[in-house]
C-alpha cells in the first residue's frame, strides 16, 4: 500500500465517521418516521368516533321516535308513513340528511317473531338504495311493534387500510331498532 492509498483510505474513514456523527438532520428524520403513523393513528380515531357518535345520535332518536308509535300519538293523528319520518327527521339536528334516512315499521306476533335485524340493501349503478318500499305499520292498542331507522354513512378509507366500511360500495349501514309493545288505550 503506498503513501497515497493510506491517506486515501483515513479520508474515507473520517468521511464515513463524520456522516455517522452527523445529528443535524437526524431531527427531521426521526419526526418523519414518528408522524406518518402519528397521523394515521389520528385520522383513524377521529372517523371512529365520527361512526360511533353518529350510532349513538341515530339511537337516540330511534326511542325518542318510538315513544310516538308507543303512545299512540301517530295512530290517533293517522300519520302517514312520510309525515312521521319527516317527525324522525325533526329530531336530528346535525349528521344526518333527512332523504338518506329509511324508516320501517312493522307489528310482530309476538316477541320472538320481532325482526329487530339489520335489512339488507341493494343499490343501483349510481350508489342510490333502491330498497324503497319500506313498511309502516304503526299497529293499535296492545301490539307488538319493530322500528328500525337506517342511514347509509359515508365513509373515508383511512390511512394505513382502516376501513369501517360494511357496504360493498364502501359506505357503513347504521342502524336503530326498538321493539315495544303499543300502550292499552286509554
Not at 473520517?14 to 443535524?24: E, H, N, P, T, V
Not at 361512526?51 to 332518536?61: I, M, P, R
Not at 339488507?120 to 349510481?126: E, H
Not at 309502516?136 to 376501513?163: E, K, Q, S
Amino acid at each position: 500500500m503506498t503513501g497515497v492509498e493510506s491517506v486515501t483510505k483515513k479520508r474515507r474513514r473520517s468521511r464515513c465517521a463524520a456522516f455517522l456523527g452527523d445529528s443535524k438532520g437526524a431531527t427531521a428524520v426521526e419526526f418523519a418516521l414518528v408522524a406518518t403513523p402519528f397521523l394515521a393513528l389520528i385520522v383513524a380515531l377521529i372517523q371512529t368516533f365520527l361512526v360511533f357518535f353518529a350510532q349513538q345520535l341515530l339511537e337516540s332518536v330511534v326511542h325518542q321516535s318510538a315513544r310516538l308509535i308507543m303512545t299512540g300519538q301517530v295512530q290517533s293523528a293517522q300519520m302517514t308513513q312520510a309525515a312521521y319520518k319527516q317527525k324522525v327527521c325533526d329530531q336530528i339536528v346535525i349528521f344526518f340528511s333527512c332523504t338518506g334516512i329509511m324508516v320501517d315499521v312493522q307489528v310482530a306476533n309476538s316477541w320472538t317473531t320481532a325482526n329487530t335485524s339489520m335489512p339488507t340493501l341493494t343499490f343501483d349503478s349510481s350508489g342510490n338504495v333502491t330498497n324503497t318500499n319500506w313498511q309502516f305499520n304503526p299497529g293499535d292498542a296492545g301490539d307488538i311493534v319493530v322500528l328500525r331507522v337506517t342511514y347509509v354513512w359515508p365513509v373515508m378509507l383511512g390511512p394505513l387500510g382502516f376501513n369501517l366500511s360494511n357496504l360493498s360500495n364502501g359506505n357503513r349501514q347504521l342502524m336503530a331498532s326498538a321493539a315495544f309493545q303499543n300502550e292499552p288505550a286509554s
